[in-house]
């Protein structure tokens, strides 16, 4: 069984960041890596964002990011010059996605904002990467940072709480491969 932390995270006063961790539960509680968490991730991801228009946000290693979608037949979009914008990949894409991207940091944004292109985001995440976040994530029901490598997704969001993600990724989790819970 893995452990599914939930937790919220102390990022300064103007953020409210939660943290998720998908660990094993031993003394060293190493991140989960590999076809189990890819699994477990494109699960959450989706779950997350609920009925509203989601993406996922690459800003390095676009070539790659580019290349690998062409070949899938992944849609996505160039957004100013070191953006790639996936919006809402199917279950199996999804999957595909996060196992060749899993050792890269990239974003994902969900809310009414994630349906059409957002210039002022999409530049300042082309110029700085997931601290672009900080000020567009109040416009988002989230915004993201995935660092899958480490087990990591941490959400922003003034909207989500803690308790609320543990409902939401309860529901699409099997109970008997993953516990989730807010650490004491």
């Known amino acids: 069984m893995n452990l599914l ?3 919220p995270l102390d990022l300064g006063p103007d953020v409210k960041a939660i943290s998720i961790e998908l660990v ?8 989960i890596r590999g076809e189990e968490a890819v699994k477990t991730w494109s699960r ?16 390095s290693h676009l ?15 160039e957004a100013e010059t070191r953006c790639i914008v996936i919006p809402a990949p199917e279950p199996a894409q999804l999957e595909e996605l996060l196992a060749r991207f899993e050792a890269e940091t990239f974003g994902a944004r969900a ?8 210039p002022t985001l999409e530049k300042e995440l082309s110029r700085q990467g997931a601290d672009a976040y900080h000020h567009a994530f109040p416009n988002y029901l989230f915004c993201a940072i995935c660092d899958f490598e480490n087990g990591s997704l941490v959400v922003l969001s003034n909207t989500l709480w ?6 939401l990724v309860k529901a699409v989790l099997d109970s008997a491969t993953v516990e989730v819970r807010l650490p004491a």
């Open 111 to 118: 809310g009414a904002l994630a349906a059409a292109a957002d």
């Open 63 to 77: 070539d790659r990011v580019r290349d690998f979608c062409t070949a899938h037949s992944i849609k996505f979009r």
């Open 24 to 31: 094993d539960p031993g003394i060293d509680r190493e991140p």
């Open 44 to 59: 959450i991801l989706p779950a997350l964002a609920g009925k509203e228009p989601w993406v996922l946000d690459f800003y």
């Open 162 to 167: 803690a308790n609320q993600i543990i409902r």
């Open 5 to 7: 932390d939930v937790e």
